[in-house]
Structures are given as structure tokens and as C-alpha cells.
């Protein structure tokens, strides 16, 4: 398995596939997993033809030189993954990239299209993160002095999503979108199970739940979801959790329409939308999102703690039921992706 996983600075890529990698040893020992990470190895090219490149200048490099040690780290890459794969046959390798760069406002290759379809990577993902906390981690880093504001940093992870994503298209190969705050077993069944797990799509009201006890039992339905063996893609795992008053009105007017374009990618890369509302409230970004996936093919399955409701409840759903307990009953009997791992087999 060859695995693309690109994501902007900042944005936890390398934990999220350090993270993986932990997973994976402690509860997979027997499946291995090879991470090569192109900027490191574009510094150590660098150093290794004798280049005297001062790592925060690595970007001010002419077009031509970037472009020279980025095809000598494929050629590389290459090498090394068909090495691996001589030796292991149940191994994943990562190549954890950058697909663009925005530096002193200008946009930048992260890599080599020539090389990558030589590659011909199985599946590609990018990793993606709230952009306030993108910002204090690039405010950290004195590499990013003065080159760091999130209307910037919102349109870069906007443009590494879009370039990963027609890449993906292009190779007529799997794409995915994965929140930094989404669990390692997300990045693992997608990777390792992605033919037989159901992903699932879980949509409930984020705005008006205010009772802690309400928003806990989101977080068990989500995670009795990953239990019974579904990939999950959470929104809750975006939301905003600091909001800072300095923010300008164009920065939040461009992440309310990146919050709705976001989560209907969310929806188009699953096969199923599971609606869930643990109180009867209003919410606008449930009804668009049941509506989305009824239309686009998916499975939609809606948990509705009445006995009336409205027919536009129930129209644009598969299925409505009153309880989690009877949702659960359902898609044990349905959808249990184990029974799937056994067809597979």
C-alpha cells in the first residue's frame, strides 16, 4: 500500500501520522508501516550534495535548485519503496508531503507530478486543522515570523486540499480529508481496511446543543460507531473551540462557507450520513447536510427522539428511527463492516 498524506504547516500532519504509527504498534503489531517525510529528506539531500542551505531558507531557493533536489528526493523515494516492498508484502509506506507552500505570498510546488505518477500511489489524504490553532502553532515557529495570518494560512489548506485532491482524480485513486482532531483508527481502517469498513458521515446539531449530558451522548454514539468497526468523519472535530474577537468579518464570512463546503467533501467521501439529534432543536447545517447525502447516493439513516414528526423529517432518509439503541440494533444486523471483512476474504 502506497499512501500519500499531505497537509499544510501547522497542521499536525507528522503527529497525526506519528500517531498512526504508535497505533499501529501497539494494537497491529504484526502489520508494518514506513513513514518517509520529503521536507526532512530534502534537507538531508541538501546537506549530503554538500549545499550550505540554512533551513529557514530553503523556500528563497531559486525554482531551478528546489526543483533539482525535489526530483533527486523522488528518485529516492522510489527506490526506497520498492526496496521495502521487496522485503515486506504487508507493509503501508507514508509519504507524508506538503502538495503546495505559500511563501512571501506566493504559491509553491511541494512536489514532483512527474515523479508521483511514477509512484503511483493507492490512496491519498490530507490532513487538515482549525486554522486557529494552525496559527499558534506557526506563531511558535520563528521560521514563519512575520509570513503567518489565517486568511492566508485558510486559502493555503484550502489550495493543499484541492491539489491533493484533483492528483487523486487525475490517478483515479481515493481521496480523503481527515480533521487532525479525528482518532488514529481513522487514518488506520482507511489505510488498511478501506475496501470493507462503511465510512460514515455522523451530522448533529453543533450550534444549539448547550447541555454537556446531550453533547456526551454524540461523543458515545461516535464512538460506538468506531467500536462496531465504522470509519467516522466527526465535523465537531473542526469546530471552532477558541474564537479571537481580533478576527476581521472577511476571515469569518470565509470560514462559514469553508464550514459548509468542508463537510459536504465530508459527505462525498463516505457511504453513509447518519443524522442524530439527542434533543429536538433547530439546525440548519443537519437539514442541508440529510438533504446532501439523500441526493448524492449515500445511505441516510436519522435518529428522531419523537414518535411525530414532521415528513420532511423522514423523506430524506433511508431509515428513521427513535432511539440510538434501535439504530444500533440496525446497523448491526445491516452493516457490521466485519461481515463484510468476511466476504472479502
Given at each position: 500500500m502506497r499512501v500519500i498524506v499531505s497537509g499544510i504547516s501547522g497542521s499536525g500532519r507528522s503527529d497525526a501520522v506519528a500517531d498512526l504509527k504508535e497505533y499501529i504498534s501497539k494494537n497491529y503489531p504484526e502489520k508494518k508501516i514506513?513513514?518517509?517525510?520529503?521536507?526532512?529528506?530534502?534537507?538531508?539531500?541538501?546537506?549530503?550534495?554538500g549545499m550550505d542551505v540554512k533551513r529557514e531558507k530553503m523556500l528563497d531557493l531559486s525554482p531551478p535548485t528546489l526543483q533539482a533536489l525535489r526530483s533527486t528526493v523522488f528518485e529516492r523515494i522510489i527506490r526506497e519503496v520498492e526496496e521495502y516492498e521487496e522485503k515486506e508484502k504487508n507493509v503501508a509506506i507514508i509519504i507524508s508531503t506538503h502538495a503546495t507552500f505559500r511563501w512571501r505570498e506566493h504559491l509553491m510546488q511541494g512536489w514532483d507530478f512527474f515523479y508521483l505518477t511514477k509512484l503511483k500511489p493507492d490512496i491519498f489524504l490530507t490532513i487538515i486543522n482549525v486554522i486557529n490553532d494552525i496559527y499558534e502553532t506557526l506563531e511558535a515557529n520563528p521560521l514563519w515570523d512575520g509570513m503567518n495570518n489565517r486568511y492566508q494560512l485558510g486559502i493555503w489548506q484550502e489550495e493543499e486540499a484541492f491539489t491533493t485532491k484533483l492528483m487523486a482524480e487525475i490517478m483515479k485513486k481515493p481521496f480523503y480529508l481527515i480533521a487532525r482532531r479525528q482518532p488514529p483508527t481513522t487514518l488506520y481502517k482507511l489505510i488498511f481496511e478501506h475496501e470493507a469498513s462503511e465510512k460514515v458521515y455522523l451530522s448533529y446539531p453543533m450550534?444549539?446543543?448547550?447541555?454537556?449530558?446531550?453533547?456526551?451522548?454524540?461523543?458515545?454514539?461516535?464512538?460506538e460507531l468506531r467500536k462496531l468497526g465504522f470509519v467516522v468523519f466527526?465535523?465537531?472535530?473542526?469546530?471552532?473551540?477558541?474564537?479571537?474577537?481580533?478576527?476581521?468579518?472577511?476571515?469569518?464570512?470565509?470560514?462559514?462557507?469553508?464550514?459548509v463546503y468542508r463537510d459536504f467533501q465530508l459527505i462525498d467521501q463516505g457511504t453513509m450520513v447518519i443524522i442524530f439529534y439527542p434533543e429536538i432543536v433547530h439546525s440548519s447545517g443537519v437539514v442541508n447536510?440529510?438533504?446532501?447525502g439523500f441526493r448524492n447516493n449515500k445511505y441516510v439513516f436519522a435518529v428522531f427522539p419523537a414518535e411525530n414528526y414532521s415528513p420532511f423529517t423522514s423523506f430524506f432518509a433511508d431509515k428513521t428511527f427513535i432511539s440510538v439503541q434501535?439504530?444500533?440494533?440496525?446497523?448491526?444486523?445491516?452493516?457490521?463492516?466485519?461481515?463484510r471483512l468476511k466476504e472479502l476474504d
Open positions: 514506513i513513514i518517509m517525510t520529503t521536507n526532512r529528506m530534502m534537507w538531508e539531500t541538501a546537506k549530503e550534495l450550534t444549539h446543543i448547550k447541555d454537556d449530558e446531550k453533547k456526551k451522548e454524540i461523543e458515545d454514539l461516535a464512538e466527526d465535523p465537531g472535530t473542526m469546530e471552532l473551540e477558541k474564537i479571537h474577537i481580533d478576527i476581521p468579518e472577511d476571515i469569518r464570512i470565509y470560514d462559514f462557507y469553508q464550514t447536510e440529510q438533504a446532501y434501535d439504530l444500533i440494533a440496525f446497523l448491526k444486523e445491516e452493516f457490521i463492516p466485519s461481515r
